[in-house]
Each structure stands twice: as structure tokens, then as C-alpha cells.
């Protein structure tokens, strides 16, 4: 079971979460990852707000809340687009980032967002599966827009989830 549950408010568990979340960034995008410096900074814009999904059975047998994935997203009046999403390796195939998009969609419902986007590169086949489970549909494919030397480069998908 996990529970999914906005950032933390407390100086502290914030700034702990924000660097446990830059360690996962780091499996999960190795090419790529933001660091916790980037994370802190765009979590200063009152438009970005960050989703943790916490192991469950780990908080009821120890006093310590393992964090097992996030997601980084933005709002912009009636739109609003995930930034970053992510799960630990360790607890991937679970299910966990099916439910944490389930739960943003709850809250940006809750603050009548019309429409969500994301994009996602067009080789992650689990993540575009994963995606079109949660009834995103690709709305606008970028040439060529992941670049990485010596490899051929790879489209990126735009995909959008409807609300109205």
C-alpha cells in the first residue's frame, strides 16, 4: 500500500524529500536528472508543486517514511502539465505511479483544471502504456528532439489527459 501525499511543509522533511527525490531523479533519468538545486528552485514558483507516494507497510513497521516515487507538476490557470515523474526503481511495476497520477488528476479536478499535459520520450513503450491506461492520448509528436551523442535521436510525444 502507499500513500500519496503533497510536499511537506516542515524546513526540514522538506528539504530531506526534495534530495530523496533528486536520488531517484537520478535512476530514473540518468541523462538527465535534476538535481536537488534545480528541484528547490522550481518549487519556489508558486505554479509547481510536488506529489510524493510513500511505502506504506515500511512507515508501519519503522518510524521512517520511505519515499518510492514522485511527481514534479506545474499549474497555469485551467492547464497544467507534469514536469518530472518518477518511481525508485526497487518498487517499479507496482502500480505507484498509476497512483499518483490518480491522485493529481483528483486534485486538479478539485481546482477545475481543464487539461493536463505531459511529454514523453516516444521509445518508453511502459510509459506511454502506462499513459494511455490513465486516457492520455497523444496530441503532438517533436522530431527528433532527444539527442544524445552517438545514438540516434528519439521523438518526444506530447500527450494530453481532458478533464471537461
Sequence with gaps: MFVIEALPTNAVEHE?????????????QPDDAWNQKTLAELLEQDSIRLLIAYDQAKEDSTSYREIVGYCLYQT?????????????????????ASQVLNRLHELLQLNQVE?????????????????????????????????????PAVDALIMQHTYI
Excluded: W
Excluded at 530531506?16 to 530514473?28: F, L, P, R, S
Excluded at 507534469?82 to 517499479?92: E, H
Design 16 to 28: 530531506n524529500v526534495i534530495q530523496t527525490v533528486a536520488d531517484i531523479e537520478t535512476m530514473v
Design 76 to 96: 497555469t490557470f485551467e492547464q497544467a502539465e507534469v514536469l518530472r515523474i518518477g518511481t525508485d526503481p526497487k518498487y517499479q511495476r507496482q502500480g505507484i
Design 115 to 151: 487539461s493536463l499535459l505531459l511529454e514523453v520520450r516516444a521509445d518508453n513503450k511502459a510509459a506511454i502504456a502506462l499513459y494511455e491506461q490513465q486516457a492520455f492520448s497523444v496530441i503532438h509528436r517533436r522530431k527528433d528532439y532527444y539527442k544524445v551523442p552517438h545514438k
